[in-house]
């Protein structure tokens, strides 16, 4: 191979994220955990509370406006006309998957360790089917979302908590896709267009819900779907993620895909019940839900305690602080 390519001289992968996204904290603790060096892979921020995954840039990646997102460089011929191409991948759970897989046992890292990467991927068919499980409980789209655990309101008064924060954020939204929109030529249906009108139009309900609290005509509807996600979702998201963990990890003693993924999760709904990352913090989760039979389950707590003190995780939420 001339001296030209080396593996220094290829492209390398960029990850598109934003510091307090839930889901992008899965591929950040991954890349901790595997021992990534930070001058392997480029972490671009995308500001989703600015409305920046509606730019007709960023819609390009990805069509669905959401980080994570990793743009990988495929590498076609190693010859002197050496043309890379890229492949994007577009959720936490592809991307993960290949952040493991993209590093064996076998290598070493560059700079962060010289351990020798560590296997994230379940070896049998039993873990294979409880991550799965676990994964899927948790990025289903009808559970225990955890942006919407973030952004809802279950009284008139949490409404008003929280009107300020979120106004700005849907404000911020509508303009970022107006402008996007506004790109768009006249009168012509694109697939690209009919995705910003469709976040347009759900987007200026969340900007009522918030500007107008319970005045808005959508109040009543959010309240209750909010006071579902709180006192029958969540309990039960928690009630099935107890039976599913083995302990202290998803999968057992050795940490997993579906460990991160919980990670961020619990990281969330831990945050938004005023909790930090301290063991006993967990238990907010069970006074925020307020009924009085739900109690938060062994594995869960043990769970808990046992991320907190890993290096990823301290490297994700510096000083405990979650998001
Ligand atoms: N299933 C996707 C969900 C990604 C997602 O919802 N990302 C959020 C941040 S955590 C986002 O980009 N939100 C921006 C928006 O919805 O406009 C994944 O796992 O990556």
Same mark, same amino acid.
Do not use: P, R
């Given at each position: 191979m001339p001296d030209s390519h080396t593996r220094a001289d290829l492209p390398k992968a960029v990850l598109y994220s934003w510091p307090v996204s839930v889901w992008c904290s899965v591929p950040r603790l991954a890349l901790v955990e595997k021992g990534y060096g930070s001058e392997e892979i480029i972490i671009k921020a995308v500001d989703i509370s600015k409305g920046d995954q509606f730019s007709t840039a960023f819609l390009r990646l990805n069509p669905h406006g959401t980080v994570p997102t990793l743009v990988v460089p495929l590498e076609r011929s190693l010859g002197p006309d050496e043309e890379s191409q890229f492949r994007a991948l577009r959720d936490s759970v592809t991307i993960t998957d290949f952040i493991d897989s993209s590093r064996s046992p076998l290598s070493k890292t560059n700079t962060t360790s010289s351990a020798p990467a560590p296997s994230l991927s379940p070896a049998t068919i039993e873990g294979s089917n409880i991550s799965k499980a676990i994964i899927s409980l948790l990025h289903d789209s009808k559970g225990a979302d955890p942006n919407f655990l973030k952004r809802s309101a279950r009284t008139p008064a949490e409404l008003q908590a929280g009107k300020a924060v979120n106004t700005a954020l849907f404000a911020n939204r509508q303009e970022a896709i107006e402008a996007s929109l506004s790109e768009q030529p006249e009168g012509v249906t694109s697939k690209l267009r009919t995705f910003l009108e469709g976040r347009?139009? !759900?987007? /200026?309900?969340?900007?009522?819900?918030? !500007?107008?609290? =319970?005045?808005?005509?959508? =109040? /009543?509807?959010?309240?209750? !779907? !909010?006071? $579902?996600l709180w006192e029958v979702t969540l309990p039960d998201t928690f009630k099935k993620l107890d039976e599913l963990i083995i302990g202290p990890f998803c999968l057992g003693d050795q940490l997993s895909v579906a460990d991160l993924h919980l990670a961020a999760w619990l990281a969330r709904a831990?945050?938004?019940?005023?909790? $930090? =990352?301290? =063991?006993?913090?967990?238990?907010?989760?069970?006074?925020?839900?307020?009924?009085q039979e739900f109690k938060i389950g062994q594995k869960v707590k043990m769970f808990w305690a046992a991320m907190i003190v890993r290096p990823s995780f301290k490297a994700v939420y510096p000083g405990g602080v979650l998001h």
């Open positions: 347009s139009e !759900s987007n /200026k309900v969340s900007l009522d819900i918030w !500007s107008k609290g =319970a005045e808005s005509v959508h =109040a /009543k509807e959010f309240m209750e !779907s !909010s006071k $579902t831990v945050s938004v019940c005023g909790g $930090t =990352a301290k =063991a006993e913090d967990v238990e907010k989760v069970e006074e925020k839900i307020g009924l």
